[in-house]
Structure formats: C-alpha cells, structure tokens
C-alpha cells in the first residue's frame, strides 16, 4: 500500500482498541446503497515509483515546453532567471509540509519569511503595506475592486481595456456575481487617456500595461480625484525595481502577479497574487497579515497573524472577503528571489530587460515589421505585422521560438498585431536569430 | 517558567538586518546587448528602493535556520483537524519539476501542450469516477475559490431558468467559515442551520425554514462528512428535501477524505462539490497555500463552467472555448496545473487497487485516537467518527482554569502540531483531531500517551500548562498587542 504504514497486525491490534470487528463496521453509519466496495471504481491500475516516474516523462516529453523553444512570449506570464536557491528554499520540508501558521510558536520561521515579503512588497510598490499574498494577480485585482466598492459604497468600477483581458474577464465574473457594475474604457495609442470615473469606486490601470506601455499614473491620479474614486493599479514587481513605483504616483491600491520573481511559469500554476494598499484601508484589506509582537510574558519578539476579524473563519458571512488560503510556498519563492537579487540584481534585471528589448525593437523593425504604439515601453511591445500574427506565430513556433500573443483573438482590428516580450535571459544571439527567423516568415 | 533549548538560541534576526551594501545572493544573467539612455526610453526611474543585499550563503543560513523553527508534517505528527496534513510523496514534487510541465507558459497554443491537457484530462477523469460527479473543472486556485465558483453556477443556473428571485443560502452552524463567506461573495444572504443533539443536520428545523422560505432559497452548503467528523445519516432525505423545494445543494468537500473510494457524494443526492486537492490528493500545503480547488458537477450545471472547458473527444484532449452560458473567468489560466501534476502522480501510485485505503486507513486512525483518549478528552458525540474525531476539554476548563488552547500549547513541548482548536464552534473547548491515513499506530500512541501525560499535567500543575509551549523559539504570543501595535512590515533607517 503507497505510502500507508499499517500491517495487517497493526489493524487487527487497533481495531481490538476500538472494539471493531473490521474496518468496514467503521463506516456502518454510511447507508449500505451509497457504498462501494474496495477496488471498485473504475481507475487505471496503480504504478509503482519507477513506472510512474516514466509515465509522467513520457506525457511530459509531449509538451513543446520553452526549453525547446525561445521564449518570447509574456503577457503576465514571464520567463525569467530563476536563482538555484529558489528551488533549494522552498523544497525544505518544514516550509513545503506546513499549513497555515494557526500556531504562531510553532511557526515563526514562515511567519518572519511573510513579514520579509510583506515589507518587500511595500518596498516595490511604494506603499504602506502588502499582505500575505493572494491566489493569483487576476483575482488579486479583482479583490481590490471589490474592496474599494466597499470603501466607497458604490457598485460600479471602471477598467481599462489595457488591463491583461483574463484579469478582466476574472473582474466581470466576480462582479457580476456580486452585482458590480464594470466599466471598459477604451485605451488609446497603447495607453488609456478617458476615464469614464464619474460615480465609480475605482479606475483600474495596468502598469506598464497589458500592450507593454508606460501608463501616465499621474494623470490617472488626477482623473481618479476628481471623480472621488480610488485608483487600483495592477503592476509589474520587476519593472517597479526600476520604474518609479505606483504608490509614488498616487496608487490606493497596487496589485499584481508575483510569478516573475522565481517562480516557474508552470502553465500559469501556482503563482501568487500580490497586494499592496495604504495604511488607511488595512482593515478592509482580503486575506492574511502577519504582525509583529512580543511574547505575553516575556520580552522576545515575535510574529502572528493579526487583524484576524477580518477574515472568515472568525467574521464568517461578514468577512472582507472569503479568501482562506494565500500562496504561502509562492510568496516564499518570491522572498527567496527578492534577497538573492536584493536591491542591485533587481535593478540590474529590469535593466537588462529593457536592454534586450530595444535591442529586439531594433532588430525586428529591421526585418519588415513595426512597432504599433509610439509610447515608452519596459520589456514588452506590440508588433504590426505585414500578415495575420497567428500564422505568423504558428511558424515561428516550427523554427523553435515561441514568438508572442496573438491580439486579434482579445483586441477587434489587431489580427496582425503580436504582443512581445523580451526577458533579462534571452541573450543578444537569441535575439538576432528571432529576427533572421521572423525574417524568413514575413518574407 | 522554565526556559528550554529554543529559548537559548539568539532571536532570529530579519533579513534587512543584515543587509550590507554592495553584496548579492546570486549570479545575474549578463546583459549582452547594448546599453540604453533609461530616462529617455523609460521615462523617470526610481532611487529609492530599499531591498536587501545579502551573500548566498548567508541567505540560505537565514533561511535555513528559520525552517529550524518551523514545524512540517516531516517534522513531526500535525493533526490539524479539517486541514488534511497527510503526507506529502517526494516522487510528485519530482514529476512537477519535469521540465515539460515546470517550462510551459500559459498563453502558448494548446496544440503545444498536448502532455498538459492530457494530465488535466485525467485528473478530472479519475476524478469524476472518485466523487461521482458528471463533470470536474480544476479552474479554481484553492477550496474557498471552489466553493464560490460552485455558487456562482448556482446562481447561474437559477438565473437561465428565471430563478434569480432566490437570494438566500442555508449554511449549517457547524460549517466552515469559508462558506457564508463565499455565500456573501455570491451575493446571497445566509440563514444559519442548527445542528441537532445527536450531531446531525436538524431535519425538523431544516423541514421548517424550507416550508417558510423554500421559494428564496437558492442552495444548502452541507459538509459531509460534518465538521463534528460524522457521517450525515440522511443525506438523501435532505438532499430530496431541498430539491423540492427548488434549491440546489452543495457539498464542502474538506472532507473528503473520509469517503475516497469508500462513497461518493454524487451518488448522495448533491449538485455540486469542492474539492481540496491539497488535502485529500496530498499536494503540499506550503505554510498556507497553494491550496487547489476542484469542483464536482452534475450536468445541469455543466454548461455554465468556467472556460476553457478542457475535456476528451474520445482520441485527443481539447481546451474549449466555446462555451456561450459560462459564468466567465475564476482565475488566470488554467487553475494550479503543477498542482494537479502532483495530483494526478498521486491517484496513479494508489489506482484501482488502492484508492480506497484512502479512506480507510485513516477513519481507522481516527477512531483509534478518539478510542485511546475519551477517557481523558471525551468525544462530542457517543457514534464512531469518521476521518477525525472532536473532543472537548470542557471539563478542565471548569474544574481546574485550563483551556483547550493552553492543553494545545502544551503538545509542542512534548514534539507535536497541535489539533484545531475551537472550531467547529458549536462544541465547547474543542479539538478537532484529524491522523490521516499515513500515520503508523506508534506514532499516535505517542501522540495519545502525551495528552493524557498532559490532561493529568492540567489537574496537577496547571499553571506548566498556562505558561505553554515552553520549549520553542518564542513563548506564548501577545495577539492583542498584534493587532494594537499593528506592525506588519520593516521600515528603512533613514
């Protein structure tokens, strides 16, 4: 029996224990016509260790993975240097087999890790405080619309249309479900101007936005101001070590996707939502905080999850929201990552992506395509193509380079555009070769 | 009170506190390509970025020495009552590192990931045939996520027939916090069920609310087993009863483990289920999350999944995408796909064959637990229990000032994870004990052995107990001063 300890002497000498004649008479309270007897159901047989091993190898090696191909494909998602001691932190029993830190004695080592990323999140984002960290940077925005819908009182949020489309289509889902009004408002050029924000509780801006530009958070301030609603940012974590941060530019609340600090892209799972806001609003903030304190008796300090009214299993239909479980394990690969960059390597990443992508602009715009808008723009750039950018994907993807997004199946009129992103890891030969590859298909 | 190993160990100090500029944990990736003017390309960048600067060695030290003080279940026995802490096989943290699953972005075309959906595909396959349910979508990132995504194809389903006039959800006194919570998420309102003496679903008071409320009702969320660890004896009568009234019910999976290939809750009358991935098929915890939450559905509900819908067409796997009644979007992409490797790793170790020691191993361990303490701890209710056992300290409380709490603390001296404690709410001075199957019987006599050791610690000495854990890095925390003091986070010296 995989992973099961008891012998036959085991059972015979527990169930004498219990006073049981078998292991069946346990479940005597289940009505005999909803049992199934053992072995019944209809699975594939059990594999021992060294077949399972090779079934999984083998349905993995029929993955095209981008290992076999260049990345060029962002989107939320990145490619990134991923620091070997990522993998060697997080694979520790004592963090990957612990629960929830209900027993803060038991667990101050992942509670002083939670505090380190709290305070490292604050750093990147530029605000006040970061909690626990959330399921994912899609539902992580879509909580902050709904917590601002609760600070203002007010059912209705505006969007941009540059705001990643699957962080929107998540927005609408719980909106609708709650019964909140959500407003798209149309980008221009690549970066949203209008705002629509009159009676909304929030304007929600990407940063740099889904197409890879720069958004003017000031001016998104203004608007947001002057309608008397929050401003929600959903922003990238590596380009804030290099962009001025949104919380500098006037964000209420900034949030976003924490996979681009070492965690594998893994088909987009798991990953882990980041959350950032002002002091102000810490009590309405979803998911876990953890705190700093000191013993009851004595004087060494400590961590607990704290402001635990908030959430569900003490506030239960109440509660701001009914997140239970965080991405403890993500967040971890996250503070590993941000240690071992620290303040230079982070900074010298998002250089170094900015780097590689002008130099990809420069190296594509030579070989018969264009860049579609004229704004600033930090690892990530729309491409017009002189043909339809699926085709043109497609083929890439046979001389080994995972080319880009497609537009045309999120954005009306974009059929030839494709969304790029270039990382820190792909190298100034990888580049060059993307261009005489592309080359070759436009030609 | 007495000060033990941890406690001679310096505090351990925040990594900021150790930074020193000019240092680096890692072996930055060359940049080969030109250099760029950043302000004209970027705009204004930032100089005031405070991250720290450590060495590599000293960031796994750091590291290292706080997983010291941290406990896992491979540190020891954690019987955290509805959490599932089962072990955790080293060979699915192996096949989910497998370069074609760990290496595989999300927004690649599907027709590259033919491995990927074939995984999917069989989790939800295995899984349909486990829990009964028609169909199975692994969109959901964790248990609440699915739990709210099975209520939102409630009121999706509600709405198509022009039933979206029901607005109330019954949840029982008994059930986890998530549910109401989810309820609230939804929209609904939510009108608490008691529970009857005998531990079960009060039927009369249930027979009542329906007969008064029936038409508003939108869904009954049951846990089954209960929260109380007991099998719900008339699940189809409440099932046939809320159907009736027009409601659809909804299983809180948590425990699941008590009926893997023993039961299946599709077969007892329910419409939808959650799952806890990282429960019952043993995914990792990791200190809080990722969690991972399947969803059960039986068909009626099937057309208002989140897309993509990933299912077979008898020779290949497909990701569909047309799906005009979905609710939309409940995550990213496709839910916790590394996750469901380690799933799918872990249905294919027991198979057919095995599935269901599963469930019988550890409602076996729970019984034996609860059999070994009552005399000390007496369970809640006189009925064999399923996969954990609820037990109340209520009496040292009353006789001698100790508290289940400090009778938890206590167990981390002597080498354990405490139970749950408090919860479910409806029992005084609770523990809530859940072995799973993959505890041997020494290490639960052990385990029992100290907390009768313990419960004559509390009528003797009870003050050692008042004082616990004495024996950890820390003493007993102030949670109040927590939330007083609020400090969630380190601020640079400048």
């Known amino acids: ?443 | 009170m007495t000060s033990g190993r941890m406690q001679l160990m310096p505090e351990p100090k925040l990594i900021f506190d150790k930074s020193r500029p000019g240092r680096i944990g890692c072996n930055v990736p060359r940049c080969d390509t030109p250099e760029v003017d950043m302000s004209a390309v970027v705009g204004e960048t930032r100089d005031d970025l405070h991250l720290p600067e450590i060495a590599e060695l000293d960031l796994l030290r750091h590291f290292t020495n706080l997983s010291q003080i941290n406990f896992g279940i491979e540190t020891g026995f954690y019987p955290l009552g509805s959490c599932t802490m089962k072990y955790n096989p080293k060979i699915n943290e192996q096949t989910a590192r497998l370069a074609g699953f760990a290496n595989l972005h999300p927004m690649q075309p599907v027709e590259t990931i033919p491995g990927a959906l074939e995984i999917l595909n069989g989790v939800q396959e295995m899984l349909c045939e486990i829990t009964g349910f028609s169909t199975i979508t692994l969109q959901p990132l964790a248990g609440a996520h699915g739990e709210m995504t099975c209520l939102m194809l409630v009121k999706a389903y509600h709405e198509s027939i022009g039933q979206a006039n029901r607005t109330i959800v019954l949840v029982p006194d008994s059930a986890h916090g998530t549910n109401p919570a989810s309820a609230a998420r939804c929209g609904y309102s939510v009108k608490s069920i008691p529970t009857d003496a005998a531990g079960n679903t009060d039927l009369a008071y249930l027979e009542q609310t329906l007969a008064e409320i029936g038409s508003d009702v939108a869904a009954l969320m049951l846990t089954n087993p209960s929260t109380l660890g007991l099998f719900e004896p008339n699940i189809e009568k409440i099932c046939k009863m809320v159907h009736e009234a027009g409601g659809q019910v909804f299983c809180d999976g948590a425990n699941m483990n008590a009926m893997v290939g023993t039961t299946r809750p599709g077969d007892h009358g329910f419409d939808c289920m959650h799952l806890n991935l990282h429960k019952t098929f043993s995914t990792p915890h990791g200190g809080g999350g990722p969690g991972c939450g399947a969803i059960g559905l039986q068909s009626h509900l099937e057309p208002f999944l989140p897309a993509p819908v990933i299912r077979s067409t008898g020779d290949k796997v497909v990701a569909d995408y047309d799906r005009p009644k979905t609710i939309g979007r409940v995550s990213g992409f496709y839910g916790q796909f590394l996750m469901e490797v380690r799933a799918y790793t872990y249905l294919r170790a027991f198979g057919k064959e095995h599935i269901a020691d599963i469930s019988r191993y550890s409602v076996l361990n729970a019984n034996y637990v609860r059999e070994r303490l009552k005399d000390v701890l007496p369970p809640a209710h006189d009925r064999p229990c399923m996969h954990e056992c609820i037990l109340t300290a209520e009496k040292y409380k009353k006789e001698h000032g100790v508290r289940a709490l400090d009778i938890s603390k206590r167990l981390m001296d002597y080498g354990f994870h405490p139970p749950t404690n408090y919860f479910p709410l409806i029992v005084p001075e609770c523990f809530m004990i859940e072995p799973t199957e993959t505890e041997s019987k020494e290490t639960l006599d052990e385990f029992c052995d100290a907390l009768i050791t313990i419960c004559q610690e509390a009528i003797d000495t009870p003050d050692v107990l008042h004082d616990a854990p004495s024996t950890r890095v820390v003493g007993r925390l102030d949670e109040t001063l927590a939330v007083k003091n609020l400090d969630v986070r380190w601020w640079p010296k400048s």
């Open chain 1, 1 to 443: 029996m995989p992973y099961v300890p008891h012998t036959e002497l085991d059972t015979q000498e527990m169930l004498a224990v219990i006073g049981a004649k078998s292991i069946d008479e346990l479940f005597r309270e289940i009505p005999a016509n909803l049992r199934v007897a053992p072995g019944a159901l209809n699975l594939p047989p059990a594999l021992d260790e060294q077949r399972l091993m090779a079934h999984l190898t083998e349905i993995a090696s029929k993955n095209i993975d981008c290992t076999k191909m260049t990345c060029f494909l962002g989107a939320g998602i990145y490619d990134r240097y991923v620091p070997a001691t990522v993998g060697a932190v997080i694979s520790r029993g004592e963090f990957l087999t612990a629960y929830t830190p209900y027993q803060p004695e038991a667990s101050q080592g992942y509670l002083q890790t939670i505090y380190e990323f709290q305070t490292m999140i604050s750093e990147l984002y530029g605000m006040d405080l970061a909690n626990a960290s959330m399921y994912d940077g899609a539902t992580s925005m879509a909580e902050a619309a709904i917590m601002a819908t609760g600070i203002k009182n007010v059912d209705r949020v505006v969007v941009s249309d540059a705001v990643h489309p699957h962080y929107r289509e998540v927005l609408a889902t719980y909106c609708w479900s709650i019964g909140v009004e959500v407003v798209t408002t149309p980008s221009i050029d690549g970066v949203t101007k209008d705002w629509n924000a009159d009676g909304s509780a929030c304007i929600i801006v990407q940063y740099p936005n889904f197409f890879g530009c720069i958004e003017d958070l000031a001016a998104a301030r203004k608007a947001a101001d002057e309608a008397g609603a929050l401003l929600v940012v959903v922003a990238d974590p590596v380009a804030c070590a290099l962009l001025r941060s949104p919380g500098s530019l006037g964000a209420d609340v900034v949030v976003g996707e924490g996979q681009p600090m070492g965690i594998a892209m893994g088909l987009g799972g798991p990953v882990v939502g980041l959350f950032a806001t002002k002091k102000e609003f810490v009590r309405h903030i979803p998911g876990r905080i953890v705190g700093k304190t000191k013993e009851a008796h004595g004087d060494r300090p400590g961590y607990v999850m704290t402001l635990r009214t908030r959430e569900q299993d003490i506030r239960r239909e109440k509660a701001t929201s009914n997140i239970c479980t965080n991405e403890a394990l993500m967040a971890l690969a996250a503070t590993v990552y941000m240690i071992a960059l620290g303040k230079n390597g982070m900074t010298q990443v998002a250089t170094s992506s900015v780097r590689n992508t002008q130099y990809a602009i420069s190296a594509l715009t030579s070989v018969g395509a264009k860049v579609k808008f004229g704004g600033k723009v930090f690892g990530e750039f729309v491409l017009s193509l002189p043909k339809n950018a699926t085709v043109v994907r497609d083929a890439m993807i046979a001389k080994g380079f995972l080319a880009g997004l497609p537009l045309g199946g999120y954005y009306e009129g974009m059929e030839n555009d494709l969304l790029v992103a270039v990382t820190e890891i792909r190298t100034k030969a990888q580049i060059d070769a993307f261009a005489a590859a592309m080359k070759e298909v436009l030609a």
